[in-house]
Structure formats: C-alpha cells, structure tokens
DNA sequence: CTCGTCACGGTTGAG
DNA sequence: CTCTCAACCGTGACG
C-alpha cells in the first residue's frame, strides 16, 4: 500500500519529502546524508531531518562506507560486450583446429593465449553460444559438443558470472570490502547524472551544508534550489531541462570531505577519463573500467547531461 | 526505537 | 524507430 502522495512533479513520502521514483536521491541530500552520519547523527535522525526514508539512508551509508562514494550507481544499459568479433574468431580457430574441444578448453585457451584477460573473458556458456550460433556450421561438432559439455562441472555459469557484481542489492561482493575497483566495480560505469549532478549542485551544497540544517527544513527547499529556478516547469520540461548551473570548478568535489572509512583504489580510472579536464573533479563515483581497456562510452562524459531535479517543484507543498 | 534487509513499482539506456 | 532486458533507484514494511 502505497502511502505517499503523487504529486505534479514528484511523490512524497510518508515523511514529508520529496522523491521520484526510480529516481536517485539529488546528490545535495546524498552528500548530506553522509555528513550528518560524519557529525555523529543517527541515521535515524538523518532519516527524519532529510525526510528520505531510513532504509534509503543505511544505503546510502552502507555504499560510502564500502565505496567511499556518495553518487548512485549507473541505471540501465547493457553489459559490454565480451564476445568481440576478435574472440569468436578466436574461438573459431580453436574450433577448427581441434573440434572436439571443451567450451571450458576454449575459455582457458583465450585467456592463456592472452585474447582475453580475466576481465573480458566470456563465460563458458558464452562460448558454447557462439560455438552453437556462429560456428555451428563449422563442422558438425555441434551435437557433439553440447553431449561433451554435459558433464562440464560448471555448465551453466551465468553470462555474468565475470562481474563479480552478486546483485543490485549489494554493490560489493561480501569479503571484498575494499572494493577494488577491477572486480567489483566493473559493472558500475560512471553514473549518467554524475558529472551533472556534480556540476551543478556543488555550488548548492556550498551553500546548503555550510549553513546549519534546519530540522524544520523543508526537502522541497532543497529540491528547489537544486533545480535551480524557482519557475516551475512541466514535468516534461523539467525532466530534462535544467539549465546547467555556472561553470564547473576543478575543485568540485561530491565526495564528502574528510576521509571515508574505506577509500576507493587510487589508481581507479577517472570517470571521464579522456574527457574535459573539468570532469576531474575528485567525486569518487562509481567507476567502470571497460574490460577492452578503451575508453567509457561518450555518454559517461557528457557534461550537458541533464537531470530531473527540476521535478521537485510540488505544486503540492509538503 | 533503531537499523539492516527485501519486495515492489518505477526509470534508464545499451543492444 | 521501437522493443527487450537487466541494471539501477527510493519507498515502505518487516523482523
């Protein structure tokens, strides 16, 4: 049953504030969230001043904890890709040079003969796709092939089974607490609001979080200022629409300032690598390092990316 | 009362 | 261009 209201642009829950389902939190209440948890304050008490609600806040804890790391993880999109033109016909030559050979044999073969590394390295259910799909006319080894793999100890080893990524629900593989950034975070490429958020919100934040929170305050304020105007736009409007707030600063930082329990590896790829210096700023988000080694996808770096933060101006004042 | 966890309904974006 | 799918989201409820 679901408690909280629908508003024009936005819903509130059942403690005042405001959110957008499906939707991450604003980076300007993320980061407080983990400020207010840095003074000593409760979750709980978090939970009630930011009116986000409390199961939200120990996420978002618990992420910062395990990934030094305040912005949301990376929303739709696909997995790269493994199966490379280059490795099928990688595993096409093994094929034919020897058609008896296991999905498994393959698998070793292009990680041995360094086509893949453990990072792109497709699963043996991968493999047997291709052998079944693409190479399945090489040879009538078809049949044989999938009455050989039978017995395989893993036979059914899901397609991602190289993503250490155990679910949604938890972003690091327990026993991995540092999180290193090529295994863990290989799924987790560069969250798409990211560099927005961070551009735009930090003068926010500035202002926001120097100024003593009020419990009284209200998480329409904040929406507000985040959006930027006090113009209220349609939601079809302001779903895209904001207008990118002043010019980013190389110093902007979402990362909460003192140090969290668990930094991330240095050595983690810049979510924008190759992409406008600007974009260098210190947020530790998310990173996903592409296992070819080439460069996150255009889409990662794209300063202009809008938010929805504009969607917070209810109509209905909470 | 607090907090970790999970189901749910939703959004997103690559393929 | 539309569709599919699997990732993510925050909420609300439960223990």
């Known amino acids: 049953m679901k408690l909280y209201t629908i508003t024009s642009f936005g819903e509130v829950n059942q403690l005042g504030g405001v959110f957008v389902n499906g939707r991450p939190l604003p980076n300007a209440i993320r980061?407080?969230?983990?400020?207010?948890?840095?003074?000593?304050?409760?979750?709980c008490d978090i939970s009630r001043q930011?009116?986000?609600?409390?199961?939200?806040?120990?996420?978002i804890l618990a992420r910062y904890n395990e990934t030094g790391s305040i912005l949301p993880g990376a929303i739709g999109g696909s997995k790269p890709r493994v199966t490379t033109p280059t490795v099928v016909k990688h595993i096409r030559t093994y094929k034919q040079r020897d058609p008896g050979i296991f999905a498994w044999e393959i698998r070793d073969r292009l990680l041995a003969d360094g086509v893949c590394d453990k990072f792109n390295l497709p699963s043996v259910s991968s493999i047997s796709r291709i052998l079944r799909n693409k190479i399945g006319n090489l040879s009538q080894q078809s049949q044989y092939e999938s009455g050989k793999q039978a017995p395989h100890p893993q036979p059914t080893i899901p397609y991602n089974h190289l993503y250490s990524?155990?679910?949604?629900?938890v972003p690091t593989p327990p026993g991995m607490p540092t999180l290193p950034g090529h295994m863990a975070m290989h799924r987790i490429w560069p969250s798409s609001h990211s560099v927005t958020d961070i551009l735009g919100i930090r003068s926010i934040t500035e202002q926001q979080i120097s100024d003593s929170p009020s419990p009284s305050s209200n998480t329409l304020d904040e929406w507000?200022?985040?959006?930027?105007?006090?113009?209220?736009?349609?939601?079809?409007?302001a779903k895209y629409t904001q207008t990118p707030s002043g010019s980013p600063t190389a110093n902007s930082c979402v990362t909460a300032?003192?140090?969290?329990?668990c930094r991330p590896p240095t050595t983690r790829a810049s979510p924008c690598t190759g992409c406008s210096a600007t974009t260098s700023a210190c947020a530790t988000g998310p990173t996903w390092r592409p296992a070819s080694g080439s460069a996150p996808s255009p889409h990662s770096c794209d300063v202009a990316r809008l938010t929805p933060w504009g969607l917070f101006f209810s109509s209905e004042d909470a």
């Open 257 to 261: 300032p003192s140090t969290p329990p």
């Open 165 to 169: 990524y155990p679910t949604s629900k």
């Open 50 to 59: 930011l009116r986000v609600s409390h199961g939200c806040v120990s996420k």
């Open 224 to 237: 507000s200022v985040i959006n930027g105007t006090n113009s209220p736009l349609s939601k079809a409007e």
């Open 31 to 43: 980061l407080r969230i983990v400020e207010l948890a840095q003074l000593g304050i409760r979750p």
